[in-house]
């Protein structure tokens, strides 16, 4: 569901992002890319103009816990789903980054080309960071976010955030003024939070991820801002 451009609080309720049933191992699987058990829709052909979608992971305890809106990071695997299906038609003047919350670590990965060589550097980012330690702050990364920006002035660039928005950082109130600034669009994809109004004004697309939302919800958000500025592109929204 694309909601108004607004933010912030999560619910409380105990929740498995997607529906999905336990599965200790979930991080360790995949599908094959003929067989995902959802439609992203076409993803066209590549952007007459440079591009970079910079996707930024929250692994917070409110995320990543027990109770938490992905305990067994699903989003992690339909992002790798949507990159994948934009590389099967590709360019190298579109960039993929992978960023994190825990700031810079290991699993930072790109920008590389999302082709289906490029995005096997980014499969390297697509999981909890070994080295984190479940932050909760924004600023840091999206420093790191900024500045990827900055360093690709060709390229037309837009952050996605996957969150609950549960931030703790000294002063989030600058922190999302500094996110409404991010130099090119920005995409909160909420997860699992109710939305309150009156916090990120119409420059941030917002995508709510709740509880019970079906498999592919998450993957069909990041595959929104990586066709965008795809020409002949159809994608399919989020139920």
């Known amino acids: 569901m694309i909601l108004p451009s607004r933010l912030l609080p999560s619910t409380s309720r105990r929740s498995r992002l997607l529906g999905a049933p336990p599965d200790q191992n979930a991080d360790q699987k995949g599908f094959d890319l003929d ?46 789903h949507a990159f994948q299906v934009v590389a099967r038609r590709g360019s190298r003047r579109e960039l993929g980054a992978v960023l994190h919350f825990d700031s810079p670590c290991v699993s930072d990965a790109g ?3 999302i082709t289906r060589l490029g995005i096997l550097s980014l499969h390297w980012g697509l999981h909890r960071p070994k080295d984190g330690v479940g932050s909760s702050t924004l600023a840091p990364s999206l420093d790191q976010a900024i500045d990827l920006a900055h360093r690709h002035p060709r390229h037309q660039s837009t952050l996605v955030v ?15 003024s500094d996110l409404r600034a991010f130099p090119g669009s920005v995409h909160a994809v909420v997860l699992g939070s109710r939305v309150p109004d009156g916090v990120i004004d119409g420059a941030v697309t917002v995508t709510q991820i709740m509880q ?17 500025r795809r020409p002949g592109s159809t994608p399919l929204l989020p139920n």
Do not use: C, N
């Open 212 to 228: 019970d939302s079906p498999r592919g919800a998450v993957a069909k958000a990041l595959f929104g801002s990586l066709v965008a």
């Open 111 to 113: 920008p590389s080309p």
């Open 162 to 176: 996957l969150s609950d928005f549960l931030l703790l950082d000294a002063e989030p109130g600058q922190v999302l």
């Open 35 to 80: 067989d995902a058990p959802y439609e992203l829709g076409d993803p066209g052909h590549p952007s007459p103009t440079p591009t970079m979608v910079i996707a930024l992971f929250d692994d917070s305890g409110s995320v990543t816990g027990r109770g938490g809106t992905d305990p067994l990071a699903r989003r992690y695997e339909e992002v790798k």
